[in-house]
């Protein structure tokens, strides 16, 4: 937050005594207005989105001011209205970017304060609707992380080269820190120490990355290496494995709480990832164009948390003021997390054992608690660019679950869906000004 | 279209095949001591991918939305219409890449702000630097 505060209290200060030069401070916005819902899902999916359909999923706001100190130095703030990452129920007005630009020259770019992760390939217009054709993109890729944002610096350095033709090659190195909110959601909890339904845990991460892109007017090759290690505000530990406990042949329990009996619990105060990320963006000619992206979550430590493969293609068709596409997309996690996954999920302890129903309940939780997912999605969408100004998007999207997925809420009680489609309608209008 | 595509096309793909129109040359004017540039590099500083001429810092003007003169300046440097353009900019303002130049409402102020202003990049027509003598006559497109 400290880091944060400064190009803020900066932009305050410097722009006070010299209203004269209002003019050097640029003022922007965009918006987006997005309608989603899904009459079949099991459940609830991306948060919100049921067959009452919903205005969280998709919409948001910003306004944006930039400072243009003189050519070497700017700063930018950006306040976004969005809902909030950590709660289900409220908007959250926070600002998304918020540092200070320094150009020594037309090849570096040195930033610090808040910025978007740049992990992604449309990590930096994610938000910014008219910037995109898709309705919303992938999430089957899109869901890496809880937040986009990091506090920290960032330095990049571009140069013309001579892989393609017309090119430009750039690297970006940065590293920083993430305070954010994961969300968990516990199916039946363990009532009434612990309630059904949304749970937010706070988690820091710590980021550091690399990423180069390779581009030309038709072409865009993106690499990124990025590393988070994660730990709990709290100082509380995460768990490297649950042991299994066998108190009979064939009968036995996940030891996932140090109140049970068995072996100790082996934690670590903090988790590590390595993402590594590969985009394509490709003009294939008469208004056709691809876009692909690969990620690749592998999680070290512990055998909880997110380790996954994930990515989409998308093909665009550009005919007019219209943009139609279809995407297909598809996330998985690894066997090393499933396989832990299905061990708490299926061992079920008789109820006439005492206690059962709580270490049922329990294995559950901590079931929950991995970032499992499993599902593939097709896409079928289009964007207008209405003469008015603005995009008009329409999209229908059919999900598959697989064996599970974390971005599907299930209501308390009813089974967990399973090898399940459902259906998901956007319409969305953004503005830029 | 892809609008991202804007970042990179403009900066790097329009400005070679730039051309004057038959209706005069467009003069690229700057404050005493900007050196001469290239076309290539006048449309890198219209679109915020270049801070420098050769290595000097320089804050470039534009006329504002709408005047005959920045259409032109537009189609001959960038091959950008308007519409192009401000999406160009709405793009890259918004992922934090910096925000659109300074705008003047005519050419009568863009030669007295590009004379006052260390630093300062404009363009005018041929037919407008008539008359204005000592004229620091950067680029011609």
Known sequence: MRTLLAPLVLLAAMAAPHAAQAQDIAWSGFATLGYAQSPDVPGRYLRWIDDNGTFNADSVAALQADWRINPRWSATVQLKAAPSEKSDDQWQLRPAWAFLAWRPDDAWLVRAGRMRLPLYMYSESLDVGVAQDMARLPMEMYSLVPTNEYNGLSVGHTRATSLLPDGELSVEAYGGRIGTTARFWLRDGAPPQVPAGERFVGVNVAVVGLVTTLRNPRTTVRLGLHEARTSRPSGERTPVDYPFVSIAPGLGYYKVSDALPGPPIETVPRIRNLITTLGVEQQLGDGWRVAAELARNKQFTTRLGSNTLGGYVTVFREIGAFTPYVSAGRLQTSNRQMDLYRGLIGTQLPPMIPGAAQINASQRIAAESIYVANQSSWALGMAWHTPWGGSLKVEHASTRIGETTRLVDTPPGQPSPENQRFGTWRLSYSVAY | ?141
């Not at chain 2, 890449?97 to 590009?114: D, H, I, N, Y």
């Open chain 2, 1 to 141: 279209m892809n609008r991202r595509h804007f970042l990179y096309t403009a900066a790097l793909g329009a400005a070679p095949w730039a051309r004057a129109q038959s209706d005069g040359p467009l003069l690229v004017i700057g404050h005493a001591g900007v050196p001469r540039v290239d076309a290539a590099t006048v449309a890198r500083l219209y679109t915020g991918r270049a801070i420098e001429a050769d290595n000097q810092p320089v804050t470039v003007y534009n006329l504002a939305p709408g005047h005959a003169l920045r259409n032109r300046f537009l189609a001959v440097c960038l091959q950008f219409d308007e519409e192009r353009y401000r999406a160009y900019w709405t793009v890259r303002r918004h992922v934090g890449k910096g925000a659109p130049p300074r705008e003047v409402a005519s050419v009568a102020q863009m030669l007295e702000v590009v004379t006052r202003t260390p630093g300062a990049v404009g363009y005018i027509d041929a037919a407008s630097a008539a008359g204005h003598t000592g004229l620091n006559v950067i680029c011609r497109l």
